[in-house]
T-cell receptor
Framework: NAGVMQNPRHLVRRRGQEARLRCSPM?????VYWYRQLPEEGLKFMVY????????ESGMPKERFSAEFPKEGPSILRIQQVVRGDSAAYFC?????????????FGPGTRLTVT | SQQGEEDPQALSIQEGENATMNCSYK?????LQWYRQNSGRGLVHLIL?????REKHSGRLRVTLDTSKKSSSLLITASRAADTASYFC?????????????FGSGTRLLVRP
């Protein structure tokens, strides 16, 4: 059973470009979470999605950031018109769809560098 | 502000010694989890303790939870060089229909061979 997969692992974008980060959850998992980690800091929650639904986006910046988890295919975190402050590691996690399971399984992350 | 705050921020010990890390949090929780992150890598789940539990063991790991003091500790016994990593506590569980985890800023552990 493959773990959570993220790609690309490293992404370099120039200011003003768009960044698209992909996350494939573990098999059988229908809950996906995105977190951002700045250097020397802990992870900050961004958004929680289920298939075709955004459940909690309280951690998402109001502008330029969007996330989706379509019926088919991976979850996508999209950052438009990137700025230097968007440089960070972005982690995706997934969990199964049933009650009582609170553990989240993390992917290896995508390290975004904005030049 | 952070829900969880780890203490100390950095810890350096000799191989074979025990390492203790503490975590404090602010609001009511459903559970508290500890994760490890090796440099430049993803997070590995270590242990989860629920709000109605006081202590939990997993191999060389021992976690305690004191809900009255809103604090938890992670003890790694007989440390090894391979334990060198950052350790994060995270509060989570289903609150307000969300399963999000709220992480502290971490303790960077260095185990010297």
């Amino acid at each position: 059973n493959a773990g959570v997969m993220q790609n690309p692992r490293h992404l370099v974008r120039r200011r003003g470009q768009e960044a698209r980060l992909r996350c494939s959850p573990m098999k059988g998992h229908s809950h996906v979470y995105w977190y951002r980690q700045l250097p020397e800091e802990g992870l900050k929650f961004m958004v929680y999605l289920q298939k075709e639904n955004i459940i909690d986006e309280s951690g998402m910046p109001k502008e330029r950031f969007s996330a989706e988890f379509p019926k088919e295919g991976p979850s996508i975190l999209r950052i438009q018109q990137v700025v230097r402050g968007d440089s960070a590691a972005y982690f995706c996690a997934s969990s199964p769809p049933y009650e009582g399971v609170d553990e989240q399984y993390f992917g290896p992350g995508t390290r975004l560098t904005v030049t | 502000s952070q829900q969880g705050e780890e203490d100390p921020q950095a810890l350096s010990i000799q191989e074979g010694e025990n390492a203790t890390m503490n975590c404090s949090y602010k609001t009511s929780i459903n559970n508290l989890q500890w994760y490890r992150q090796n440099s430049g890598r993803g997070l590995v789940h270590l242990i989860l303790i629920r709000s109605n539990e006081r202590e939990k063991h997993s191999g060389r790991l021992r976690v305690t939870l004191d809900t009255s003091k809103k604090s938890s500790s992670l003890l790694i016994t007989a440390s090894r060089a391979a334990d060198t990593a950052s350790y994060f506590c995270a509060t989570g569980g289903r609150l307000d229909s969300s399963y999000k985890l709220i992480f502290g800023s971490g303790t960077r552990l260095l185990v010297r061979p």
